[in-house]
């Protein structure tokens, strides 16, 4: 039977040649594409939705970039997917990885054009990536005996992961934010503890961290504006009257009297839900839904701090960071656990009120609150924190780091070059070509800084040659930089997650 007859009748075939081609140009494509955004000088993509709205994002975050591609290529898939699991594994280095898979492809398509089969260039890669994974092992630094050097890495890591992004003018600030956010955990990689709440207005300066959390709302009219030893109720239940809520229902009564008798049923029937809710003992009630004015006015008659429609977000981290649960119904209070921090109170941020809960159950709980000149300022500001967060985090459990600026790529470079050389027949053509793939990371941060990369990498290579090297590319000098201290750091996990 032929082909044709068995795919359907829109469908399409590529093989051989052809279908590697493809996966070639859409890897490269991809890769050209994020490559310009990749070091402390990478360049901010605008982006603009095709949905309602046109919505339009400013960033130069390899994984939210690649995220906001339609892609109909497999292979491009394929390297998209390799940015979100670094993106949920270490939450940096999204770019870096991208253009390190799109260089190796592109070295490869030359060796396929060179007639070298896939399979030997399969097999050449897999020995240079465990030679480069060993030498990185031998030269990883790890702090973690010694507190005082250990901090001082998590801040080199932050500035470093800060200094490719929006935050990079007031870097030593949201490093120091990031570090003291990341500490409060104590070892946990759990970040649901840190929030993030942008108000527009001020200077990204102003931003601060506080502790324990802020939910974004208003106490009500009539409410307690401050409450110690809180104990509190999170819910997600209907607060308004309770109507015939059944789709076409109709209710025919022959006069204003009966009409009036049901409202009071109404009323009856939410009064003796408030009375469940104020029987489990509590002093403030937040709800995921509305909460309408009498139910509300019996909850400030009681003196019970009623908060209504949190977004549900805040809802989840509540309950977590106050230990308590989220209840829907309020027959067995025995089988609700409330929530519980040592004060809630009103506080102002810019013009805006919120509710600060201080004292939660959870201790290593904070929020950071972002300020800036407006919205995409801001949604950039928290993508760029939460990269650092993520990998501070990540660090805090494994503490190897490594020198950044270029040099781990031109250590690997060179020990996968001494592969080469001892390596015979074809293989050592795919071995070389990995080693440029590697080569050309410092390259591109140096290009994109509007730097004569040649000359730097080469002096890069020359100082690589000298025995315990650490030099790397200073963009901001524009010159190869020999740090005796370590200056720039980046985690190990970065590079092996």
Not at 124 to 144: F, I, S, T, W
Not at 229 to 245: G, Q, S
């Amino acid at each position: 039977m032929a082909i044709g007859k068995i795919l359907k009748d829109d469908a399409s075939e590529e093989k051989g040649e052809r279908a590697r081609m493809a996966s070639f140009v859409g890897v490269i494509a991809i890769t050209d594409l994020v490559k310009t955004t990749l070091g402390p000088k990478g360049m901010d993509k605008i982006l603009q939705s095709t949905g309602r709205g046109h919505e339009v994002t400013v960033t130069n975050d390899g994984a939210t970039i690649l995220k906001s591609l339609h892609i109909d290529n497999p292979a491009a898939e394929v390297l998209i997917d390799i940015s979100k699991v670094q993106d949920d594994e270490v939450g940096d280095g999204t770019t870096s990885v991208v253009v390190l898979a799109g260089e190796l492809l592109r070295e490869a398509e030359k060796l396929v054009a060179a007639k070298i089969h896939p399979m030997t260039i399969i097999s050449g890669y897999c020995m240079p990536a465990e030679c480069a994974h060993n030498a990185l092992l031998q030269r990883v630094v790890d702090n973690k005996e010694n507190a005082e050097k250990f901090k001082s890495d998590l801040m080199k890591i932050a500035m470093t992961t800060l200094s490719s992004k929006i935050l990079s003018q007031d870097k030593e600030h949201f490093a120091q934010l990031a570090v003291d956010a990341v500490m409060r955990l104590k070892g946990s990689t759990n970040l649901e503890a840190i929030q993030i709440i942008k108000k527009p207005g001020g200077s990204l300066k102003d931003s601060f961290l506080d502790e324990g959390f802020i939910l974004d709302k208003k106490i009500g009219l009539g409410q307690p504006k401050r409450i110690e030893n809180a104990k509190i109720l999170v819910a997600n239940t209907a607060m308004d009257t309770d109507k015939v809520k059944i789709y076409g229902a109709r209710v025919c009564v022959d006069s204003m009297s009966k009409v009036a008798e049901i409202e009071g049923a109404e009323k009856e029937k939410m009064r003796e839900k408030v009375q469940k809710i104020i029987a489990h003992g509590i002093n403030c009630f937040v709800n995921r839904q509305l909460i309408y004015n009498f139910p509300e006015e019996l909850f400030a008659n009681a003196g019970i701090l009623a908060i209504e429609h949190a977004d549900f977000d805040g809802i989840e981290r509540l309950f977590l960071v106050t230990g308590g649960e989220l209840a829907s119904t309020f027959d067995n209070p025995e089988s609700i656990k409330l929530g519980h921090c040592k004060l809630i109170e009103e506080i102002m941020i810019g013009e805006d009120k919120l509710i600060h809960f201080s004292g939660v159950e959870m201790g290593q709980a904070c929020t950071v609150v972002l300020r800036g000149a407006s919205h995409h300022v801001l949604d950039e500001a928290e993508r760029s924190l939460h990269d650092a967060l993520c990998v501070l985090s990540q660090t805090v459990n494994d503490t190897r780091v490594l020198l950044g600026g270029g040099w781990p790529e031109m250590v690997m470079a060179k020990e996968v070059d001494d592969l080469a050389r001892k390596t015979p027949g074809k293989k050592s053509h795919a071995i070389e070509a990995f080693s440029r793939a590697l080569v050309a990371i410092p390259t591109i941060i140096a290009d994109n800084a509007g730097l004569d990369s040649a000359d730097l990498v080469s002096q890069l290579r020359v100082e690589h040659h000298k025995e315990g090297c650490n030099a790397g590319i200073d963009v901001i000098s524009g010159s190869v930089h020999i740090c005796p201290i370590y200056n720039f750091l980046l985690h190990f996990k970065r590079y092996y997650p």
